[in-house]
Every structure is written in C-alpha cells, then in structure tokens.
C-alpha cells in the first residue's frame, strides 16, 4: 500500500490523564479510511495532534514521506491535510469566495482585491466538484449539504492531500449524503485521501476502504472493510465491558401519564410513546438522533409540526413552557453551567426561581419559607453546600444539578426531562444522581432521560427507546440493554429496526 499517512506509538496525557497510549494509524494514498470508536476513545485528540491542535507526548507522524511530528495548525495546513469539523467553521455572514478565499485574498501590487478572479476560481472548483453554488451568495443563505460542500471546496482549492471528515452527514438529508459520498469517491479516483470520522455504519460500509478501531486511547483493530461487519465492529468498538447496573431496582408502574402521538418537530419524526407514572425511560441515539429536540418540544421549548402531546389524557394544545410546567412537567437541560446556573445568584435564589415564575401573581417571596424549604430539600437530596447565601457556582458540577433538581420539585413537576443529568459530573456524584433519579421514580414521578451512556441507562431505566436520525428504531426493556444491542441500533447495524 501507498501509504500517505503513517502515525506510529502516540501518545498523549491532559493533566497526568493519559488519553492516546501508543496509538497507530496508517493512511493509503486514494483511500476512504474509516476511524472509529465511542466518545472518548480518543479519536479527536489524534486528528488534533495530526492538524497541530495539541503537541503529542510521544511518537511519530509521517506525512507524505516528510516527518511532520508536532507541527503548527498552519505547517499542517500547508503540508495538504484538512479538517472538516462537524461544526462547520464558516463565517455566515460573508459572502462564498471570501470564506474560500478569507486570510489568502488575491490582490493587486496595489493592494486591490481581485473580486472577479476570486469569483471565477470558485465557479471552477465548484464545476469540478459537480455542484451549483454562486460564489456571490451570503453563506448563511446556502442549504446545510452546500455548506459541507464549500468546506470541502476550501480544502481542495488549496490543495488538501488528506480530508479529515468529522460527522460529516450529521444534518444531511439522504439525497444530500449521495452527492457528498459522490464528491469523496470522484475526489478519491484523483488520489485524494480521507479520514472519515462517523458511527453510522451503513454510511460506513458503504464509502470506506479500510478502519481502525480505537477503544479507551487505545489502539484496537485495523483491517480491510470488505473483510469484516457491522456487528464485529460494533463489538470491537464497545469491547467486553462490564456494566456495574446493581443501582437499579424493577418496580410496580402506574398508569400512563404522557403520550406522545406521531409527533413530527425539530430532528424528530414521527414519535408515538407513551410513558407510565413512577417509569424511568431513557433516550438515546447518536449525536443528532433527535432525542434533545423532542424533550424541548415536549417542554415547549421547541414547536411541534404535527401530531399531539397529552398528559394525564389531557392534549396540550399551542404548548408553551408556561403551559408545560402548570401541567407539572419540567425540564432539566444539558449544559448545566450555560443553561441553568443563574451564576450572580445565591443557591437559594436558583433554587426558588422557577416556582416563583410558575405563581407569578406571587410576587411577594417569603424568605423564611423558601429557607424552610431548601432546608428540606438539602436533606432529601443531600446537597453538600456551606450556606445558601453562597453563589451557584461555589458548589460542585454534581451538588448544582442536586439544586436544579430541587428547583423543579419546589414545583411539585410530576415528569422529569433530564437531559444527559450527568454531563461533566465526576463518578461518585453520577452514583448520587443514579439514586436520586430511582428515589424519585419510587415516589412516583415520571423520568425521561436522555443519555449517550449505556451503562448509565442500566442503571437506572426500566425501558430504553433507541433514535436513530430522527426516528424511533427499536424499543428495549431492562434486561435487553447492553453497549452492544444499543449501539447495533443506534448506528442503524441491526435489521430488524422498528421503522
């Protein structure tokens, strides 16, 4: 094999944390090579060391027969590799060939920008690439499949030997994916190379060549796609895991409490569920499944285009959040620091502000009672904090998501939206909110929750509901949730999906 990338024994550590130890990747010239593995195997922190991101600790990388190891972002740029980040790094509001041509313009001796020249250059990059974009139109103004394809274009433009692809058909339609695997094979045929980041493995087995399979900062497996399946990379990807599930405890479920009818919105299509009182239920699917979408529409946060949401039998028509949290739903958001920490407020204070805003004809809050009741709440849900005059942000990651918890049951919420609850909490403080979420759900309460970690949902989900881009593909009971099972689903591996 004609080899244009070689890394060899790489690695990396953040703070004494090693994540890359000895990790090998090798890359033919004219080849689609396939890098996979769950979050956190550490496939970004290698294509960052590869584009001059991060400095590696140890290792080699071979680039084009030149040592390029621990390289500059723009001395990797000029060797010919680019990396297509899923989040799109275009500026909106400047016109097509200048994002093209933006810090590289074409200029007069005198200084003039060649506007014209730019433009014509863009159109013959466009006509090689088969696709109709006018160089003069405002990026904010293109579709999401002409915005991959411009970042694409850039890359070719200046000559990228190697395109890294990150996720690339995440917001793509099916037609869309065709023309952009059209564009990857015509580009291929020329010898171009490319590193295709993505857990989708129908779009895996049907545009790369070979894979490497990287677990915990590990290398794992590489090999041939022709030569292996769906299931046996999955299996590699996820390993012989064990999953500590003792947390969970089966119980007796009420009545059905919200239903869910062909509900059509944001990401998500045709949804028809229904969730019992006192039953945890997880979500999950890929980055972009659908599962954070249909939580804030189900919250009101976002609008349904079509089909109903009911709760206790009652439809909730024109829904809002106002609406939504009178019929006792609440919703715990990810990104628990942007989106629901008042950081210049005392926990108290973060505590009692959605039951405030819920009984806004209240306007008078009474201190000693809303003392009184974080008192009982810190009990209950063993919140670790000095006082409550204190700032938000003087607690842990896992104690602030205990007081958002509070904040919603001082509305007395009867169902619980919890967007990945345990993002950025370290491992003891997820045991505490694995507890919480089976407390709560003996005392009655409905949870949803939405999670990418398997073994989370073991611990606490009585039934596990499967998306994959956008649809409900298979639903799960207790004792069928493994890493394997989920992940067949969740990257469309399996054949006998329930759509």
């Known amino acids: 094999m004609d080899e244009i990338l070689q890394m060899r024994n790489i690695h990396k550590a953040f703070v004494g944390v090693k994540v890359l130890k000895g990790v090998d990747l090798t890359i033919g010239r004219g080849e689609v090579h396939a890098l996979l593995g769950e979050n956190g195997a550490g496939k970004s922190t290698l294509m960052n060391i590869l584009t001059g991101v991060y400095s590696m ?53 005198g200084g003039s920008l060649k506007k014209n020249e730019m433009i014509a250059k863009c159109r013959e990059v466009f006509e090689k690439l088969g696709v109709d974009i006018d160089p003069s139109v405002t ?36 037609a869309e994916i065709d023309h952009l695997f059209q564009i990857i094979e015509n580009l291929k045929a020329e010898g171009k190379s490319f590193i295709f980041i993505s857990h989708k493995m129908p779009e895996i087995f049907r545009i790369a060549d070979r894979y490497t399979v990287l677990r915990n900062g590990e290398f794992i497996k590489a090999g041939n796609i022709a030569e292996t399946n769906a299931q046996e990379v999955t299996s590699t ?141 810190k009990e209950n849900l063993s919140i670790k904090a000095e006082h409550y005059s204190d700032l938000i942000l003087s607690l842990s990651g896992g104690n602030q998501q205990k007081v958002f918890f509070a904040r919603w049951l001082n509305t007395d919420a009867e169902i619980l939206l919890l967007d990945n609850p345990t993002q950025g909490i370290d491992v003891g403080a997820k045991a505490e909110i694995y507890k919480l979420i089976l407390k709560l759900a003996e005392s009655g309460k409905t949870i949803v929750i939405n999670s990418q970690e398997i073994p989370e949902i073991q611990r606490v989900a ?36 329930e759509e």
């Open 139 to 174: 990026v904010e103004h293109l579709t999401a499949s002409e915005k991959q394809t411009l970042e694409i274009a850039k890359a070719i433009f200046f000559e990228a030997k190697l395109l890294i692809l990150d996720e690339p058909t995440t917001a793509l339609s099916n």
């Open 462 to 497: 009585d039934r596990c509901v499967v998306f994959y881009s956008g649809r409900i593909v298979k639903t799960l009971p207790h004792d069928q949730i493994t890493e394997h099972t989920v992940m067949m689903y969740a990257t469309n591996a399996a054949e006998d999906s």
């Open 57 to 109: 600790d140890e290792g080699q990388v071979i680039f084009d027969g030149e040592d390029i190891s621990n390289c500059s972002i723009r001395e990797s740029e000029d060797k010919g590799i680019a990396f297509v980040h899923q989040e799109l790094s275009l500026f909106n509001d400047l016109k097509v060939y200048e994002n093209i041509f933006f810090n590289k313009e074409l200029t007069t001796k």
């Open 237 to 377: 990807m996820v390993g012989a895991t064990f999953s500590n599930a003792e947390i969970y405890r089966t119980r007796e479920l009420g009545e059905p409490i919200l239903e869910m009818r062909a509900l059509d919105g944001k990401d998500f299509h045709d949804v028809s569920l229904s969730v019992r009182r006192g039953e945890v239920l997880a979500l999950t699917g890929l980055q972009g499944a659908g599962c954070s979408e249909l939580m804030q529409c189900v919250f009101g946060e976002l609008p349904s285009f079509s089909g109903t949401i009911a709760v206790e039998g009652e439809e909730l028509t024109k829904n809002t959040i106002h609406l939504a949290m009178k019929r006792k739903i609440a919703y715990l958001p990810t990104n628990r620091r942007e989106r629901s920490a008042m950081p210049d407020l005392s926990i108290l204070e973060n505590m009692y502000i959605s039951e405030h805003t819920l009984s806004g004809k209240k306007p008078i809050i009474n201190r000693a009672s809303e003392i009184a009741k974080y008192d009982a709440q």
